[in-house]
């Protein structure tokens, strides 16, 4: 059965440095979602993707964060600077339209130190 | 606006008893609803859906949902738990049906369900 696949499973990283998460969603999907959980809190939509652009976004999402699908599978979320408070599991999640169900990643566990 | 309430944070019941996960949502819109199970270290698994059909709801793993809209509710239950459903249970809700686009989902607080032998 095919998944959504995240890459790496943690990333430790130090305040102001820049990372990027990488995600293989469903090959046939055309839809594309970043979420996020910080410990202990709700799981927080960010931004979803579609035709090769932003389709909707959050108020989380500001100028730090940026998405990309730099080729034909992957699926990347940027975070140039990153915080503190991005200590987060972040999510990936694809759609085979926006009208059907989201498929999620296993999620890769940001660590700002 | 759409958000989620899920009544208890932690359930425990033995094994082969009944499960009822509570939820409770508002929406602006007609909505979707699903429930979603994350077992540790794994990723968020579709349980079982509502969009705008029946609305009794049959899932993986012997779950089921009713969506009742007079009280803006969609419990899951399982008639007899078993020691691998032990897991986290979310409760999400989005605007729009099928037909139309989703968009972004709104998740609730998440419900570890702890099951005894």
């Known amino acids: 059965e095919p998944e959504v696949t995240q890459t790496p499973s943690h990333q430790v990283t130090q305040m102001g440095q820049e990372v990027i998460l990488r995600c293989v969603p469903i090959?046939?999907?055309?839809?594309f979602y970043w979420y996020r959980q910080i410990l202990g809190q709700k799981v927080e939509f960010l931004v979803s993707?579609?035709?090769?652009?932003?389709?909707?976004k959050s108020e989380i999402f500001d100028d730090q964060f940026s998405v990309e699908r730099p080729d034909g599978s992957n699926f990347t979320l940027k975070i140039r600077s990153t915080k503190l408070e991005d200590s987060a599991m972040y999510f990936c999640?694809?759609?085979?339209?926006?009208?059907?169900?989201?498929?999620f990643g296993p999620g890769t566990r940001l660590t700002v130190t | 606006a759409q958000s989620v309430t899920q009544l208890d944070s932690h359930v425990s019941v033995s094994e082969g008893t009944p499960v009822l996960l509570r939820c409770n949502y508002s929406?602006?819109?007609?909505?979707?609803l699903f429930w979603y199970v994350q077992h540790p270290n794994k990723g968020l698994q579709l349980l079982l859906k509502?969009?705008?059909?029946?609305?009794l709801v049959k899932g993986i793993n012997g779950f089921e949902a009713e969506f009742k809209k007079s009280e803006t509710s969609f419990h899951l239950t399982k008639p007899s738990a078993h020691m691998s459903d032990a897991a986290e249970y979310f409760c999400?809700?989005?605007?729009?049906?099928?037909?139309?686009?989703?968009?972004?989902?709104?998740f609730g607080r998440g419900t570890q369900l702890t099951v005894w032998p």
């Open positions: 999640a694809s759609s085979r339209d926006g009208s059907y169900e989201q498929y």
């Open positions: 090959s046939n999907h055309l839809y």
């Open positions: 993707f579609y035709n090769n652009e932003i389709s909707e």
């Open positions: 929406s602006s819109y007609s909505p979707s």
């Open positions: 509502y969009t705008s059909a029946a609305t």
């Open positions: 999400v809700v989005s605007r729009g049906n099928r037909g139309s686009t989703l968009g972004r989902l709104y």
